[in-house]
C-alpha cells in the first residue's frame, strides 16, 4: 500500500475496522503525517479517549475544529470530535420549512431518542458532517475514524435507513388516516392495515403512535432536502475522492471482520485503498527464524551464557524470547492467509510498538511505520 | 450470593479487550460449577460457537449444545420482534400479516433502539421461561454485550422506551425489563478491559456514564495481563547486554520489549485501582496461535473461582 499517494491524492479516508485494533490511533497517525508532508488535514472521530483527546485538544468542545500545535514547516493539523446531536439539530434547522415546525421537532420525543445515541443515527450523522466539511473546503484531507465495523456497516445503510424512516409513506399514511382523519381514514386504508393499525396501538400503545404521528408530520416538507443530502453524501463517499481504508490485528477475528467488511465495500461499490495490518509483534530473528522452539531456546542459551549471563536469568529471557516467538509465528501465519485471500489488494503491516500510542510523540513514531512503502 | 448466582450477568467493554472471551469463560466456569449457563450473543457478531469449535457459528434463534451444562444462542433482532408480535398478539397470522406489510418494516428498520429493546426483551423473556415443572428453564445467562458505546445505547434502552411509549404493553415490559437490569440481585454487569491507556481511560469513563442510568457495575474483568517472564531486577543486566549471535540478540530484545509492555500494564492497573474500588479479576495474556477451547478454559480456571468468591 502506498499510503504517501494516498494522502496527497484523497480528499476523505474514512477508517473502518473492528473493535480496539487501533483505528482511532491510525486515523490521527494519517492526518498527521499528512500534516507534516505540507497538507492541512482534519481528523474526525467519534468517542476520542481522554488522553489522545486531551494530546489533539479535543477534551473543551465537541464539534469544533481545534489545531494540534505541530513544528512550523509543515501543513497543519487540526482534530474534532463529532457530536451527532449537534449535526442532527443543525440538518433540521437547515432544511425545516418554518420555524414552528423546527420546534415541533426539536421537541418531539422520537426525535430527542433518534437524534442521541441510538440505531444507527450516530453513524449517519458522522458521514453527514463528513460532507459538511467537505464542502466548506477548508482542509485538503479529512480523516473520519469509526466506532467498531460491524456497527460501521451502518454508515453504509444509515443514509437509506433515515430517510427511509422520515419518508415512510405507507407509514405515514397510515399514521395520519390513524389519528389524523379518523374513521374515515381508517376505512379508506382497508380492512387489512386496520386490524393491524389496531394490533400495533394495542402493543406500542397511543402516546407513541401520537408521537410518532407528530414527529412523521413535522418532517413533512423536510424529505426532499434529506433525501437529496443523503443522495449527495453517498455519491462523495463513492467517488474517487475517497478512500475506505480497513484496520486489523493479525488476530482471526479482527480479520475475519475485515474481510467481510471488505467485501461488503465491494458490494456497495465503495472505494477500497487497502488494509493496514496494526500491532504485528517484531521479528527480531533473521536467517534463523526457520529453526524449531526446541533450537531456539538452546541457542538462545548459549549465546546468553556466552556474553555472561547468570543460567537463572537467561532462562527467563528465553522464556519471554519463545513467548513472543509464538505471537510472531501466529501474526505472520494470519497475515500471509490475510494476503492471500484479498489477491491483489493493498496490504500494509505495523509493528506493535512497545509503549502505548495515546499522544503526539507516540503517533510520530507510528507515523514512519505506516508511510513506509514496498510492502 | 456469589456473582455466579445472578439469572444474568452482562459483560462489555471496550471493543476487542476480549469481552467475548470472557462471556465464554464465565459460561465455562459456571458449567463446570454445575450449574446450567446460557450464552447469548447478538447474531451478527456470533463469535462463540466458534471458540466451542462449533464450526459455522450458530443459526440465530436456536439454542445449540457448546460443551456439558452450557448452551449458546445467538440472537437477531429482527426475528425476536416477530417471536414478540406473536406472542403479544396471540394470533400467529396477524403477527405476521403485520410483520410483512411494508409500514411495519419502516418502522422497524429505523425506529430509534427498537431492535435493542427486542433484543434485551427477548433476554428477560428467557428469564421468566420455566419448565413444565415450574422451575427457571435457565440457569444463568451470560450475554456477551456489544462494545461500551451500543452495549450502553443498549442498557439505556428499556429506560428510553418507557418515556416514548407511555401506555400498552411495550411500556409494562420495557418496565420489567428496566427492572431486571437494574436489579442487582438478579442481574451483574461485567465491565472487561485491558491494562492499556484507551482501554482504562474507556472503562473509567463507563462506570460515569452508567451512574446516572441508575446502573452499577459488580466487577472489573482485566485481561491479557503479561506473565512475570522476565523480572524487573533483569532490567538493568538486559539494558547493556549485546550477545554476539543473532539468537541472542532476539532473544534480549523480547525480553525488553515483554519489559516494557508489563511496565505499562502496570502503570495501567494502578490507574484503574486509584480510580475506582471496584472488584477486579485479572486473566493472564495467553501465548497462542487462537482462542480455542483449551484457551477458554485456561481463562475460566481463573475467573471461577475468582466470580465463586464475588458477592
Ligand atoms: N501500532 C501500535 N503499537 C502499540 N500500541 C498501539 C498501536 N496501535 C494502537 N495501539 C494501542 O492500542 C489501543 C487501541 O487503539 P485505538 O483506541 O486506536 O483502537 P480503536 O480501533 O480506535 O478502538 P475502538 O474500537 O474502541 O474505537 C490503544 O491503547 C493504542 O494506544
Ligand atoms: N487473555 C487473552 N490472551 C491473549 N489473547 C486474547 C485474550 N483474550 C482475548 N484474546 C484475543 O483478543 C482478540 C479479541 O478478543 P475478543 O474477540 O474476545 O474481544 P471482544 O471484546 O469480544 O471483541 P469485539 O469488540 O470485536 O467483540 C481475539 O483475537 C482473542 O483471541
Ligand atoms: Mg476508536
Ligand atoms: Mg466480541
Redesign the pocket.
Given at each position: 500500500m502506498n499510503v504517501e499517494r494516498l494522502i496527497a491524492e484523497a480528499e476523505i479516508i474514512v477508517v473502518c475496522g473492528?473493535?480496539?485494533v487501533g483505528k482511532t490511533t491510525a486515523s490521527a497517525a494519517l492526518a498527521l503525517g499528512a500534516a507534516r508532508r505540507g497538507r492541512t488535514a482534519c481528523v474526525l472521530t467519534i468517542d476520542p479517549a481522554r488522553r489522545l483527546a486531551n494530546a489533539l485538544g479535543l477534551e473543551e468542545l465537541p464539534d469544533e475544529a481545534h489545531e494540534v500545535p505541530l513544528p512550523a514547516g509543515g501543513g497543519r493539523l487540526f482534530a474534532m470530535a463529532l457530536d451527532a446531536k449537534r449535526t442532527f439539530d443543525r440538518l433540521v434547522e437547515e432544511h425545516a420549512p418554518t420555524a414552528e415546525a423546527r420546534d415541533r421537532i426539536l421537541r418531539n420525543r422520537i426525535y430527542g431518542q433518534l437524534s442521541s445515541a441510538m440505531g444507527g443515527s450516530q453513524e449517519y450523522m458522522a458521514m453527514e458532517r463528513l460532507f459538511e466539511l467537505h464542502e466548506q473546503g477548508i482542509y485538503d484531507l479529512l480523516v473520519l475514524d469509526t466506532p467498531?465495523?460491524r456497527h460501521a456497516l451502518d454508515f453504509i445503510d444509515a443514509p437509506n435507513r433515515i430517510t427511509r424512516f422520515v419518508e415512510g409513506r405507507a407509514l405515514r399514511t397510515l399514521v395520519e388516516g390513524g389519528l389524523r382523519v379518523g374513521g374515515l381514514g381508517l376505512r379508506a386504508l382497508g380492512q387489512a392495515s386496520l386490524v393491524g393499525w389496531k394490533a400495533l396501538e394495542r402493543v406500542i400503545g397511543v402516546t407513541f403512535l401520537s408521537d410518532l404521528t407528530e414527529f412523521l408530520l413535522a418532517f413533512e416538507g423536510m424529505y426532499d432536502g434529506f433525501k437529496e443530502r443523503a443522495t449527495a453524501v453517498r455519491s462523495l463517499l463513492g467517488d474517487r475522492r475517497t478512500v475506505f481504508l480497513l484496520v486489523t490485528?493479525p488476530?482471526?477475528?479482527?480479520i475475519e471482520?475485515a474481510i467481510f467488511f471488505w467485501q461488503r465495500l465491494v458490494e456497495a461499490e465503495l472505494p477500497f485503498g487497502g488494509v493496514i495490518v496494526n500491532k504485528v509483534h517484531a521479528d527480531f530473528l533473521g536467517d534463523e527464524r526457520h529453526r524449531s522452539p526446541a533450537a531456539l531456546r538452546r541457542a538462545a542459551l548459549a549465546q546468553l551464557a556466552e556474553a555472561g549471563l547468570e543460567a537463572s536469568v537467561a532462562g527467563r529471557v528465553a522464556d519471554a524470547f519463545l513467548a513472543h516467538q509464538v505471537l510472531v509465528e501466529r501474526d505472520r501465519a494470519n497475515v500471509r492467509s490475510l494476503a492471500r485471500r484479498l489477491g491483489s489488494e493493498p496490504l500494509l503491516e505495523v509493528p506493535y510498538l512497545d509503549g502505548d500510542v495515546h499522544d503526539v510523540p507516540g503517533l510520530e513514531r507510528l507515523e514512519p511505520h505506516l508511510f513506509a512503502t514496498g510492502a | 450470593m456469589s456473582l455466579l448466582d445472578r439469572q444474568v450477568l452482562i459483560v462489555t467493554?471496550?471493543?476487542?479487550?476480549?469481552?467475548?472471551?470472557?462471556?465464554a469463560a464465565i459460561g465455562l466456569a459456571a458449567a463446570w460449577s454445575g450449574r446450567r449457563a446460557l450464552l447469548v450473543e447478538i447474531a451478527s457478531?456470533a463469535?462463540v460457537a466458534g471458540l466451542f469449535g462449533e464450526s459455522g457459528g450458530a443459526e440465530p434463534g436456536k439454542e445449540v449444545a457448546l460443551h456439558p451444562n452450557l448452551t449458546g444462542l445467538a440472537i437477531e433482532p429482527q426475528q425476536a420482534l416477530e417471536e414478540y408480535l406473536t406472542l403479544a398478539l396471540r394470533v400467529r397470522a396477524l403477527a405476521e400479516r403485520l410483520a410483512d406489510s411494508r409500514a411495519f418494516g419502516y418502522l422497524t428498520a429505523a425506529a430509534p433502539g427498537l431492535r435493542e429493546l427486542v433484543t434485551l426483551g427477548k433476554i428477560w423473556h428467557l428469564t421468566e421461561q420455566r419448565t413444565r415443572d415450574g422451575e427457571r428453564r435457565h440457569g444463568l445467562i451470560v450475554v456477551?454485550a456489544?462494545?461500551t458505546g451500543h452495549g450502553l445505547a443498549l442498557l439505556r434502552t428499556p429506560r428510553a422506551f418507557l418515556e416514548i411509549a407511555r401506555a400498552g404493553r411495550v411500556h409494562e415490559e420495557s418496565r420489567a425489563i428496566a427492572e431486571l437490569v437494574a436489579d442487582q440481585a438478579r442481574t451483574g454487569i461485567v465491565l472487561?478491559t485491558r491494562a492499556e491507556e484507551m482501554p482504562v481511560s474507556e472503562t473509567l469513563d463507563t462506570l460515569e456514564r452508567l451512574r446516572p442510568l441508575g446502573l452499577e457495575a459488580r466487577v472489573l474483568v482485566v485481561?491479557?495481563l503479561y506473565p512475570e517472564l522476565v523480572t524487573g531486577a533483569d532490567r538493568e543486566t538486559l539494558r547493556t547486554l549485546v550477545p554476539a549471535g543473532e539468537t541472542g540478540q532476539a532473544a534480549v530484545r523480547a525480553a525488553r520489549s515483554h519489559l516494557a509492555r508489563r511496565d505499562d500494564q502496570a502503570g495501567e492497573l494502578g490507574r484503574l485501582a486509584a480510580a475506582t474500588s471496584l472488584p477486579r479479576v485479572e486473566?493472564?495474556?495467553?501465548?497462542?496461535a487462537?482462542?480455542d477451547l483449551d484457551?477458554v478454559s485456561e481463562?475460566a480456571a481463573v475467573l471461577g473461582p475468582a466470580f465463586e468468591e464475588l458477592p
Open positions: 473492528s473493535g480496539g467498531p465495523s490485528t488476530e482471526r477475528e479482527p471482520e | 467493554g471496550k471493543g476487542g479487550v476480549g469481552k467475548t472471551a470472557v462471556a457478531e463469535h456477551d456489544p462494545a472487561v485481561n491479557a486473566l493472564p495474556f495467553l501465548f497462542r487462537g482462542l484457551g481463562l
